[in-house]
């Protein structure tokens, strides 16, 4: 236990020291943190005969600009004393220890918490990463292909959700008619009458469509926000806005917060915090924290908490 502790001090003591022009700095800038790790700016060694990565493992490869919390763990060569990580030609790269041996294949192991930067660029991000061992030589590189989305939606009316962890949250909508917009209803269209017609396109303008379905079944998609959104002018009256929380899936709470934006301009905020209280009622149309009643017009709009 001793010599692992030894390796890990010696080789943070050896990567701060490195000749090729890395100087260990805070990673505000990079497109890539990483919580409880050394940063240092510039290009890793080329050299590739330090230990191997086993394995890189995370919930989906679906990531977006600004995402709090993303984890990342795996094993590494019994070798290693650290473990590298960067995203692909960005300014420098991350160090961190690695964990304690696997109880079943004892393999050593790591455990990392990413966040990206409001502006990583959208589309494939490759995430690089590479053991270390306690003289400083760095292993073969794994990769992760990353898909970078944006989460910026547009609408004459847009009603936003957003939490900051994997519990599974839902957005629930009623509109002035007392349709509701949720999971299970994704949308406010409500077919014509007997012997009435309706236009195609008045099948989408003026309706209210819920756009996802985030961390459904706790199976975590790295997005946590749901919206519902208006291509069209929304009907004039009351809409009623809540968040239920389907479960918090091993969460102690789940902050959350919800936007209106009508015409482009947000028309009010509310903040709330989920908790083990909130899961216990039934989970259906009419469930969840009243965040936003909203009285919608032509001319004026007011939102209040």
Not at 77 to 90: L, Q
Not at 252 to 265: F, K, M, R, T, Y
Request: glycine share 8%.
């Amino acid at each position: 236990m001793l010599r692992h502790v030894y390796y890990i001090f010696a080789v943070m003591l050896l990567l701060s020291s490195c000749g090729e022009g890395e100087t260990a700095a805070p990673g505000l800038y990079a497109n890539l943190r990483v919580s409880g790790a050394q940063f240092f700016i510039g290009e890793r060694p080329s050299s590739t005969d330090g230990p191997t990565v086993i394995s890189v493992e995370t919930h989906n490869l679906v990531i977006y600009p600004g995402q709090p919390s993303r984890k990342l763990t795996g094993q590494v060569d019994e070798s290693a004393t650290a473990i590298s990580i960067a995203i692909d030609k960005d300014i420098g790269y991350w160090v961190v220890p690695v964990g304690a041996p696997d109880i079943y294949t004892k393999k050593l192991t790591y455990d990392m918490n990413m966040s990206f930067s409001p502006s990583l660029p959208t589309g494939t991000v490759p995430v690089i990463v590479r053991a270390v061992d306690s003289l400083g030589r760095f292993g073969p590189p794994s990769a992760l292909n990353f898909k970078a989305v944006s989460l910026a939606v547009t609408g004459a009316m847009v009603l936003s959700l957003s939490w900051d962890n994997s519990a599974d949250l839902d957005l629930h909508v009623e509109q002035p008619n007392g349709v509701e917009i949720w999971s299970k209803n994704i949308n406010a269209y409500m077919p014509p009458a007997l012997g009435e017609t309706q236009a195609a396109d008045d099948i989408v303008l003026g309706y209210g469509i819920l756009d996802f379905d985030s961390n459904a079944q706790c199976i975590s998609d790295g997005r946590h926000q749901e919206n519902v959104i208006w291509r069209d002018w929304p009907a004039n009256g009351q809409y009623l806005v809540r968040v239920d929380t389907y479960s918090l899936c091993g969460q102690a709470s789940a902050p959350w917060h919800v936007e209106a934006i009508l015409d482009g301009e947000v028309i009010a905020r509310a903040s709330g915090i989920a908790t083990e209280f909130d899961t216990r009622f039934e989970h259906q149309a009419g469930a969840g924290q009243l965040a936003l009643t909203l009285n919608i017009s032509e001319n004026n709009e007011q939102g209040e908490e």
